[in-house]
């Protein structure tokens, strides 16, 4: 039987196409922003962290509205706030307001996520998973287009606006045509879960076991590499190793390949039951050792081939892999962990921007030093939960050998 949400459900992957090009969308313009406001290249840079605010800012009643309200409420007020966005930072004279239009961005993202990810699951009550992760496919897609489309307007000597023109004009179409759109029933919360969530409160909600907090922290760990692959890689390919101003956004259309060849090796991964921490565990470390080279041989060379590993290793779906084991070691509701698990990536993209503006003053290499310190972060946290899951499977063993004696 056909399913008769698929064009609603179509309308929720495209805003995902939009949102990954508005990821990137400052960095790439960095230069013409820079010399529109009347700052330096930092300066236009720390305006990014302003996604964060406003991510954090949302997350407290985002969930609520989605939940009260239906999940199509909250899709369309992410759009008409991404909508906000575009047009704002558009036409934004100074980095003040163009501060505010961010926080609009990171409110639109925080909408999207509380209204498609749940709506998803309600489209695809059987595979939920795997519609899921096709998010991260129309993601990386608008980052993979994006550098092309730019660089063309370049080349062609066009207005740097009409990139801006390209999102508002998928966003208004969007608009008008999720607001025709059927959802399908909310899905009512199990008796298990909402148990669950009444008996954390009774014993108190801020009380939390290691594999949580570990796992919580690994979202700030996942949003950073996002942060330093999408804001920076171009500005290493024309500063550090010389490459052209095209030449240096298409680092961040190689790392785009890379991610969406890593969602379908991982997807494929897990359908034949490999688990996430040892995937997770990988990743990191490799993303640590190609940030590393990237740090300390640069070439172009070195520039294209690690963009792409970089790519595929730090962005091709950490971040919800980070959020599954987070899951699959608490016991509280899904919705509550999401929203934890965002405010975690929300402090991220919020204060990586401004620290990382602050080394580029110094030297650009060095982000990705950095980049390589919290890469090993993240490999450790995710150690700490391996050896934690190791020792209570030992002693589950030892219980069950003396039970048995």
């Excluded at 056909?2 to 790439?28: C, D, E, Q, R, W």
């Excluded at 909250?74 to 047009?87: C, H, M, P, V």
């Excluded at 993303?287 to 590393?292: D, G, M, R, W, Y």
């Excluded at 219980?399 to 048995?404: G, I, L």
Aim: net charge positive; charged share 10%; aromatic share 14%.
């Amino acid at each position: 039987m056909k399913n008769k949400y698929l064009s609603t459900a179509f309308g929720l992957y495209l805003n995902y196409f939009v949102h990954g090009m508005a990821l990137i969308i400052i960095s790439l313009n960095i230069d013409v922003f820079a010399a529109k406001w009347g700052t330096s290249v930092a300066g236009a840079a720390a305006v990014v962290s302003s996604f964060g605010i406003g991510k954090i800012i949302a997350v407290a009643f985002s969930g609520i509205i989605s939940d009260k309200f239906g999940r199509k409420a909250s899709i369309i007020l992410g759009i008409l706030f991404y909508l906000a966005f575009a047009i704002g930072i558009l036409w934004s004279p100074t980095p003040s307001i163009a501060y505010f239009f961010g926080i609009l961005a990171g409110i639109a993202n925080s909408f999207l996520d509380t209204g498609t990810y749940p709506a998803l699951m309600e489209v695809f009550t059987k595979k939920s998973g795997p519609a899921n992760i096709i998010v991260k496919f129309f993601i990386q897609g608008g980052q993979f287009l994006l550098p092309i489309i730019i660089g063309f307007l370049m080349v062609r000597g066009f207005w740097y606006g009409w990139s801006f023109a390209l999102l508002i004009a998928v966003l208004t179409l969007n608009l008008i045509f999720m607001s025709t759109r059927k959802f399908p029933p909310m899905a009512a919360t199990s008796p298990e879960i909402a148990a669950s969530e009444i008996g954390h409160e009774k014993k108190g909600r801020f009380q939390f076991n290691v594999e949580e907090i570990c796992m919580i922290c690994f979202g700030f760990v996942g949003l950073t590499f996002l942060t330093v692959l999408g804001q920076w890689m171009a500005k290493y390919g024309t500063e550090v190793v010389h490459m052209g101003e095209n030449a240096g956004r298409m680092l961040v259309s190689y790392g785009s390949i890379g991610a969406l060849i890593c969602v379908l090796v991982t997807f494929t991964l897990g359908n034949k039951g490999v688990k996430s921490a040892p995937i997770i565990l990988i990743y990191t470390f490799m993303t640590a050792l190609v940030s590393l080279v990237l740090w300390a041989f640069p070439s172009p060379m070195v520039a294209s081939v690690g963009a792409f590993f970089l790519g595929y290793f730090s962005s091709g779906g950490l971040i919800q892999l980070g959020l599954t084991l987070l899951v699959d070691h608490s016991t509280r509701g899904k919705g509550v962990l999401t929203s934890l698990y965002t405010i975690s990536e929300g402090v991220a993209q919020f204060s990586m921007p401004i620290v990382l503006a602050a080394i580029y003053k110094f030297d650009i290499t060095y982000i990705f030093l950095l980049n390589a310190v919290v890469a090993l972060l993240g490999f450790t946290l995710v150690l700490i939960v391996s050896i934690r899951d190791k020792q209570r499977k030992a002693r589950g063993t030892i219980e069950m050998k003396e039970t048995a004696s």
